[in-house]
């Protein structure tokens, strides 16, 4: 059974700690323990999970898992992506944009022109960046584009309900 679309990767589980079934946890939230706000996990094949304590370690943070009570059963979960309903994320109002919502997204230039499809976002540590698939046939003859996601200077409109992202771009770029 594989996750479906309403789970969204917060984190993922790391190496066992100790011998009492406590991990390691590898954080993706913007502050790390702010993984433990979006209660409860999914690991594996959809089970569901609840966190019985949780404290720093170091740099990073540890938990004890219920039902993860030895190290055996800590190796079992060792590498599992941290999911969560995408229900559990704050509403971002109108301003505000998750990278999951840009997959898939039209984007076309302030003159309107149709770059295409929306691959996949990422950061490259300077900003962010959409990974443009262009349609067939692009008249520029490109297969792809990668755009800095910057508002104002490159990004004129997000528009969730149409699925549309207006770019001030040269499409022979």
């Keep these: 059974m594989s996750l479906a679309s309403d789970k969204v ?3 993922k589980i790391g190496a066992p700690y100790g011998v009492k079934g406590w991990v390691k946890i590898n954080s993706y939230t913007e ?3 702010g993984i433990f706000e979006y209660l409860p996990w999914f690991l594996g094949e959809e089970k569901e999970y609840q966190i019985d304590q949780w404290r720093p370690h170091g740099k990073s943070l540890v938990a004890k898992i219920v039902g993860v009570d030895s190290r055996d059963d800590a ?3 060792k590498n599992l992506d941290i999911n969560i309903n995408a229900s559990q994320l704050p509403d ?12 898939g997204m039209q984007v076309v230039t302030t003159q309107g022109y149709d770059l295409g499809v929306v691959k996949e976002v990422f950061n490259t540590g300077a900003n962010d960046v959409i ?3 262009a349609n067939v046939g692009d ?3 490109q297969k792809e584009r990668l755009l800095p996601f910057v508002f104002d200077e490159v990004v004129q409109e997000v528009d969730k309900e149409a699925k549309v992202i207006k770019v001030d771009w040269d499409p022979g770029f």
């Design 9 to 11: 990767i917060v984190g």
């Design 31 to 33: 502050t790390p323990a």
């Design 75 to 77: 190796e079992r979960i």
């Design 92 to 103: 971002l109002g109108d301003e505000g944009v998750y990278w999951r919502e840009l997959t």
């Design 131 to 133: 990974h443009v698939k």
């Design 139 to 141: 008249a520029f003859g």
